[in-house]
Structure formats: structure tokens, C-alpha cells
């Protein structure tokens, strides 16, 4: 589904673009264009953000978590 008519940005783009880090609608349109032109998504892309974001299932936030759990683990394995 397009987001962004004006520049042809799929929501597939967006998610990832959210997914790699870009959490305000600015980042979005950084990474993706989306929102550049007439900027009628950027409302859309706003709430995508907010709800990646509520969701907590990101795949950034997912590395975090794993992040922490391979450190729990290192402190674990050195005492
Ligand atoms: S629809 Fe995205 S900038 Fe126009």
C-alpha cells in the first residue's frame, strides 16, 4: 500500500525505514523521501511511527533486547 503517492513509498518502506531507527517523521523522510513532496502522508507516516513503536516489536528493539540478554550472559559466564 502507498504511503507517500506523491513519491511512490510503500509502507514495506516505511516500517523498515522505522525499524532501522527512524523515529520521528523527519528520519522517515530522510531515509525513505517520503513526505518530501506535498507532505499530505506525513501525518500517516507519524502514526506508523507511533504504532511500531507502541507496538515494541521493532527489529531495533529486538536487538537491543538481545543485546542485553547476551551481556547477562557474559556477566554470568565470568563469575
Ligand atoms: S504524498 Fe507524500 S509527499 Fe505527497
Redesign the pocket.
Given at each position: 500500500m502507498y504511503?507517500?503517492?506523491?513519491?511512490g513509498?510503500n509502507d514495506k518502506a516505511i516500517k523498515a525505514a522505522i525499524e532501522a531507527g527512524a523515529t520521528t517523521v523527519d528520519a522517515v523522510t530522510q531515509r525513505t523521501c517520503?513526505?518530501?513532496?506535498?507532505?499530505?502522508?506525513?501525518p500517516e507516516i507519524a502514526s506508523m511511527i507511533e504504532a511500531e513503536l507502541a507496538s515494541g516489536c521493532s527489529r531495533r528493539h529486538l536487538a537491543v533486547v538481545d543485546d542485553d540478554l547476551r551481556a547477562d550472559e557474559d556477566q554470568q559466564s565470568a563469575a
Open positions: 504511503v507517500c503517492v506523491c513519491l513509498v517520503a513526505g518530501s513532496e506535498c507532505g499530505s502522508c506525513r
